[in-house]
């Protein structure tokens, strides 16, 4: 993948400047495929990565296996972003093996993620059954460790 | 008999002579400090990867705690072959020709000592490794040091060897990339070293610890060149480019009777290496490319950062090839390397290493290790910003 998406996945926040003298090209350039990016879409937004646990009002996480009957038009894609346009619904994905679509599900209280299943999923047109999981900790999300690293166990001087 | 004096003029000569590490004296200064960023670490910031680790786990679990072979575990030296083999087309037999080390820093002392005998010459350059220049005098070598130069971008000529050579000459040691200078060679400079040392009927001790991390080349090694790999020991290990320093696990590569030679004074004195990083080093040369193509291209974005950093400052720094150290010029602002590195870490708390630690040509230089965090780096090349401007 190109070096400027991989810095900016890294870090969004990375300074132009800094960004053009890590991969030797001009701070023009670096502005330039930026806008590139963006106007393309390749680069849809930028988003701080939060560990919620260190948050008092913590969300619940929700995944949820559905499966789907598919349209003879369309196939998936519809109903998916059908889905999709629910403001709760972090992230839709098409599967391959025993479901079709897998979810996951921001809400306040599991209760709050059950009544989004039961309401809004379980009802709709063309879901078959689903499945929901609650998400009892994270480890890592997008890349990053969420327990706070060890020191550095190095010496402050070596050869 | 009780006072310290009559304990220290008991010491041999040889070691009471050789004078205190540079670094060593420099890492107590540091670590009396607190919240320093220090550029001044010679091994990677990277943990060694996963699954080399869980090699070695697993290898506890299954009980292997014993001594290995001498040579160290025939599947080890299987891979190390393979792994030489594909990198510089030289194949050396696993069964004789491969050794397995504590350590590049214990193939170096063995290499040197299985071939000096007193008063024989050992033609290196400096800036050098700071181990260089002791482990000859500990084998009552005589060092020779070449003075490369900022001009040649701290390569070795042809023009500097032929002025430094002698009779006495026996051995030319290289280190290449190097460190402290980041240095690197092209394909012509090694034909051309090696067209020396087969002149002068010399031995090569090539320490190529560094060979993966080179950024707008590959690493051309020594070896390959017609010739020299019936007079050459190459010295290697996977502390730098599998992140694995503390496993000490070094190899060296040489002809049998070499090896054999070397093999007499590592059997009597370190027995083997450490099993457990044996086991840990064949998963590394199993599935680990990955791993170095990503920690390679970390450091290539440091290095490129670095290098812009100090340009942008107005601190001449050759751009680094290889390794993971910048060597920068500092001597435009009238301070002695040692007298700079102490007020940047007086006054702004960054630690590197003065040049000088690495042989007297290094007086001017600074040397900055690029093996720490992209966040380190930008906030210790802010502060060195601000340091000059006082100046």
Do not use: W
């Given at each position: 993948m190109n070096e400027l998406l991989n810095l900016l996945k890294q870090n969004a926040l990375e300074t132009p400047e800094n960004m053009a003298k890590m991969l030797g090209i001009s701070v023009d350039e670096v502005k330039k495929q930026i806008v590139q990016y963006e106007k393309e879409g390749v680069i849809r937004a930028y988003q701080a990565v939060v560990n919620e646990e260190k948050l008092d009002s913590s969300l619940v996480t929700t995944v949820i296996e559905?499966?789907?009957?598919?349209?003879?038009?369309?196939?998936?894609?519809r109903i998916a972003e059908r889905i999709s346009r629910f403001p709760e619904v972090e992230s839709v994905y098409l599967m391959s093996g025993t479901f079709d679509l897998l979810l996951f599900i921001k809400g306040r209280t599991m209760h709050e993620a059950a009544g989004f299943v039961s309401e809004k999923l379980a009802t709709m047109p063309g879901i078959v059954s689903t499945a929901t999981h609650f998400m009892m900790k994270t480890y890592k999300q997008n890349g990053i460790v969420m327990h706070t690293g060890e020191d550095d166990e190095r010496l402050k001087v070596s050869p | 008999m009780n006072d310290s004096k009559s304990l220290h003029s008991r010491i041999a000569k040889t070691v009471r002579d050789i004078p205190r590490s540079g670094i060593r004296d420099?890492?107590?200064?540091?670590?009396?400090?607190?919240?320093?960023?220090?550029?001044?670490?010679?091994?990677?910031?990277f943990v060694t990867p996963w699954h080399i680790r869980e090699a070695a786990v697993?290898?506890?679990?299954?009980?292997?705690?014993?001594?290995?072979?001498?040579?160290?575990?025939?599947?080890?030296?299987?891979?190390?072959?393979?792994?030489?083999?594909?990198?510089?087309?030289?194949?050396?037999?696993?069964?004789?020709?491969?050794?397995?080390?504590?350590?590049?820093?214990?193939?170096?002392?063995?290499?040197?000592?299985?071939?000096?005998?007193?008063?024989?010459?050992?033609?290196?350059?400096?800036?050098?490794?700071?181990?260089?220049?002791?482990?000859?005098?500990?084998?009552y070598g005589k060092p020779a040091a070449i003075q490369t130069k900022k001009e040649n971008g701290f390569?070795?000529?042809?023009?500097?060897?032929?002025?430094?050579?002698?009779?006495?000459?026996?051995?030319?040691?290289?280190?290449?990339?190097?460190?402290?200078?980041?240095?690197?060679?092209?394909?012509?400079?090694?034909?051309?070293?090696?067209?020396?040392?087969?002149?002068?009927?010399?031995?090569?001790?090539t320490d190529e610890i560094y060979d993966e991390l080179t950024y707008d080349r590959d690493h051309f090694s020594i070896i390959s060149v017609p010739g020299m790999r019936e007079r050459t020991i190459y010295l290697h290990g996977f502390s730098k480019a599998w992140a694995m320093t503390g496993w000490r696990m070094g190899f060296t590569c040489a002809p049998p009777e070499l090896t054999e030679a070397m093999m007499k004074i590592h059997q009597y004195t370190m027995l083997c290496a450490p099993i457990l990083?044996?086991?840990?080093?064949?998963?590394?040369?199993?599935?680990?490319?990955?791993?170095?193509?990503?920690?390679k291209?970390?450091?290539?974005?440091?290095?490129?950062?670095?290098?812009?950093?100090?340009?942008?400052?107005?601190?001449?720094?050759?751009?680094?090839?290889?390794?993971?150290?910048?060597?920068?010029?500092?001597?435009?602002?009238?301070?002695t390397a040692k007298e700079f590195a102490l007020k940047l870490l007086d006054e702004q708390n960054v630690a590197c290493v003065p040049g000088t630690a690495f042989g007297a040509c290094g007086e001017g230089f600074i040397r900055c290790s690029y093996a720490t965090s992209m966040d380190e780096i930008k906030e210790a090349m802010v502060r060195i910003a601000r340091f000059i401007e006082k100046l």
């Open positions: 559905v499966k789907v009957t598919p349209e003879s038009e369309g196939g998936f894609d | 420099f890492f107590d200064i540091v670590s009396s400090r607190e919240d320093v960023i220090s550029l001044g670490i010679g091994e990677p910031d697993l290898a506890l679990d299954r009980g292997m705690t014993s001594y290995t072979s001498n040579m160290g575990l025939l599947s080890l030296r299987r891979g190390i072959s393979q792994y030489v083999e594909k990198k510089t087309g030289i194949a050396y037999r696993p069964e004789n020709e491969v050794l397995v080390t504590v350590g590049v820093s214990e193939g170096l002392d063995l290499a040197i000592r299985a071939l000096i005998e007193p008063g024989d010459e050992v033609l290196y350059h400096e800036p050098s490794y700071v181990s260089y220049n002791p482990l000859i005098q500990f084998a390569r070795l000529t042809r023009d500097e060897l032929e002025e430094n050579v002698s009779d006495k000459t026996k051995i030319l040691l290289l280190n290449y990339p190097n460190n402290p200078t980041g240095a690197a060679l092209s394909k012509k400079d090694v034909e051309d070293i090696a067209a020396f040392a087969i002149e002068h009927d010399l031995i090569v001790l990083s044996q086991e840990a080093s064949v998963e590394a040369l199993k599935n680990a490319d990955a791993d170095i193509g990503y920690m291209a970390e450091y290539k974005k440091r290095r490129n950062f670095i290098h812009a950093s100090f340009e942008e400052m107005g601190i001449p720094c050759i751009r680094p090839d290889g390794a993971f150290y910048a060597f920068a010029d500092i001597s435009r602002f009238g301070m």
